[in-house]
């Protein structure tokens, strides 16, 4: 694991901030490197998945002798890339004659390694080798789709795993509305056997059908390849954990005494201590009372108590 000093500019902290792990992230970048040695099977290979990805990828052409990334210590210098090119994805190839066309896909969290999956380069065929017409050629900003045929992308372990890591590499920037028209092409990922994929590349050509939706055509145009696995490392629990973080708000408390019906929406119940009516002092001046006394002073026949006006008016009466 690299450490960092805390920086002391604003500038500085800004810029590291933009790079931090984001609830909501941006468009991922690709980093492309070379190892000790490759072949030039590699070399296409790498060469056309930057094609692919040219809009939002980063690649190194020199060797580096330092990365081995299923090593301990031998990642950190393919996590100091990823912070200084601020990628979150890489792809790594490397040729040994324990590991011939060796291409090694992964990922990374706050820029250190998250997982990854170890991959073998078979029947390759690069772009040139097909023919079609050139309009037909991927196109920067447009979506792909993606194919995933085959019983072992849910049921053997690398396969699954080298599923997510592919969507993660080819899907492109997430977006909220899309256009039709920018959905041009397809990935298909074939599962032939339990450790190798038939990988391939089709433009999607429109015809028409008579009716109001088109008739589709797949049209291959490259690369196309054979992956055959070969390790892999899954990241760890709390890791995982936290790279999935959803939200950072604190837990909300339950509310008490409130239930929620799908009828009448929101209830609760509201608890009010007792009023004590009873010992409420009272008002002797209102009209109400004296004209209560009154009437029940006329009723017992008595008018001694009643002032003088009073009397005279009920004289008259």
Sequence with gaps: MMKFKTPQKGRIRRELEKRAPKLVETGK?????????TSQVLNDVMTEIYHL????????????????PFESGGE???????????????????????????LVLGRTYDHHIYDLVEVGVEEFKSMKSFKYD???APKIGSKP???????????????????????????????????????DRVYVCVAVSPN?????????RL???GTVVPRIELVEVGPSMDLVTRRHRLPDDSLRKEAMKTSLEKAKKKEKNVV????????????????????????HNAKGVKRERREAKLKHGTTEELPEEKKQKLDSE
């Design 76 to 102: 950190t210098s393919l996590e100091f890339f990823s912070l200084k090119t601020d990628c979150s994805l890489f792809v790594y190839g490397s040729h040994s004659k324990k590991r011939p066309n060796n």
């Design 29 to 37: 970048k690709t980093l492309i490197l070379h190892g000790t040695k």
């Design 53 to 68: 990805k040219r809009d939002n990828s980063v690649k190194y052409t020199r060797k580096n002798d330092n990365i081995r």
């Design 260 to 283: 929620k019906d799908a009828i009448q929406g929101k209830l609760g119940k509201i608890y009010i201590p007792d009023q004590k009516v009873g010992s409420v002092p009272l008002s």
């Design 196 to 204: 190798r994929v038939f990988f391939t590349h089709c433009a999607l």
């Design 134 to 136: 050139k309009n037909l």
């Design 145 to 183: 789709f993606f194919a995933f045929m085959g019983e072992g992308f849910e049921s053997v372990e690398e396969l699954k795993h080298l599923k997510e890591v592919l969507l993660d590499l080819f899907h492109g920037e997430v977006v909220t509305n899309l256009n039709l028209a920018g959905l």
């Design 207 to 209: 015809k028409k059908s």
